[in-house]
């Protein structure tokens, strides 16, 4: 007969929510600490007691990795208590004693659209850092009734991330725990081991020593943002940003500059070929013409290699310059970064995906004055537009403080 380690104090409180009078119960902290599983039992056993309500949502990340874990994770406790239960992959609802536990991958705009309008009982979001700020607020939103509860499990991330600053600095739940390894009593020290030595760094400190901080050798250490457009602001231009992936991210950024020569980016976009579904080129241009919106732009630039998309809004025949942007990075990151720098260029705080980025968008620790290949899509789009109308001008080779040369 398998034997199962006892649980742990943290372990312990986060199952027990389920009989606390609070809303949210949040359980940060390291891999293999053991948060997710607990959590998922607290939330199971909660709603296995109001049955009442007879819709739940399980959310996350990645669809395919909930229904590998935690779909697991939970028949294995309906099966512990005798439950009967079954799995219909077309609506991805797991119903287990007549209660329904519907199961979305919060990735994307369509996410959200797929729980828009429904009366939720409560709801259990994993690895919620990696999900949009619009679709967790829109998860909770839904949870309809005075004893709704929410169950939330993360790794952390940077200081500026939208959950830890919005809602663990601000203190909108009722408990929380920081999980390290050792409260996962499961785990033996030749584990524990192995998944120390799989991190270092900043990397360590998130996924191992359960701290919220920003990255090493982040390129853009300094940058503001702001709410509003200042009034009566003296437009001279609006320009967009694009970086294209047929498989991977297509990003817009939007950028004002006014009249006296400072800039404010005000909107972003993203499609996911990998996560999202798939989008032709003619899908791009109309998703480009709903954020254009009403604003008049000036120029469109574009990554170099997008051939195929400058076509088809060639032959859409839209009412901007299309100019394939210069796509020297060093140059365009030091000229993007004495914006940022100055204070010359401002972010709206409602582009999260852009801000996201700025927070983890780093240098190459082995390749001198190479950036890591990875959360750059917003941030070329960026660089497109300033260092190509920067050089243009005379403007790209701008001295800058000595710790950024």
Request: hydrophobic share 35%; with cysteine; proline share 3%.
């Amino acid at each position: 007969m398998e034997e199962y380690a006892p649980f742990s104090e943290k372990q312990r409180r986060a199952i027990n929510f389920c009989q606390e009078p609070g809303y949210m119960y949040i359980a940060q902290g390291a891999i293999r600490s053991g948060k997710t599983y607990s959590a998922l039992l607290g939330f199971f056993i909660y709603t296995q007691s109001i049955t009442k309500y007879k819709l739940n949502i399980v959310g996350g990340r990645n669809l395919r990795a909930m229904k590998l874990e935690m779909l697991p994770t939970l028949q294995d406790h309906a099966n512990t208590m005798g439950l009967t239960h079954h799995y219909d992959k077309m609506d991805n609802m797991w119903t287990c004693n007549d209660v329904k536990y519907l199961f979305v991958a919060g990735h994307n705009y369509q996410s959200e659209q797929r729980i828009r309008s429904l009366s939720l009982g409560s709801g259990f979001c994993d690895e919620v850092t990696l999900v949009p700020e619009e679709f967790f607020k829109h998860l909770t939103s839904r949870l309809t009734y005075d004893d709704s509860k929410i169950w939330v499990t993360c790794n952390p991330g940077s200081k500026r991330h939208w959950f830890k600053e919005g809602w663990i600095d601000a203190e909108k739940y009722d408990l929380i725990d920081t999980f390290y390894m050792d409260d996962n009593a499961s785990l033996g020290e030749k584990v524990k081991e192995r998944n120390r030595s799989l991190y270092s760094g900043v990397f360590k400190k998130r996924m191992i020593d359960a701290v919220w901080c920003n990255t090493d050798g982040i390129i853009y250490k300094e940058w503001l943002d702001y709410d509003r457009l200042p009034t009566k602001l003296a437009v001279k231009r609006i320009d967009i940003g694009v970086d294209y992936g047929v498989s991977s991210i297509t990003s817009f950024v939007k950028i004002i500059t006014a009249k006296d020569g400072k800039r404010y980016i005000t909107d972003n976009y993203q499609h996911n070929g990998e996560e999202d579904d798939n989008k032709t080129d003619e899908d791009l241009a109309s998703d480009l013409m709903k954020f254009v919106g009403g604003d008049k732009i000036n120029t469109l630039y574009y990554d170099p290699t997008a051939v195929s998309f400058r076509n088809t809004l060639r032959r859409k025949k839209i009412p901007f310059i299309l100019k394939a942007a210069d796509n020297e990075v060093i140059g365009g990151i030091r000229t993007t970064m004495n914006q940022f720098y100055s204070g010359n260029m401002k972010v709206n705080k409602k582009c999260k995906h852009i801000i996201r980025e700025l927070d983890i968008y780093s240098w190459h620790e082995e390749i001198p004055d190479k950036p890591i290949k990875e959360n750059d899509h917003h941030m070329d789009a960026i660089r497109y537009v300033i260092y190509t109308q920067d050089k243009v001008a005379g403007l790209g080779l701008v001295r800058l403080p000595s710790y950024m040369q």
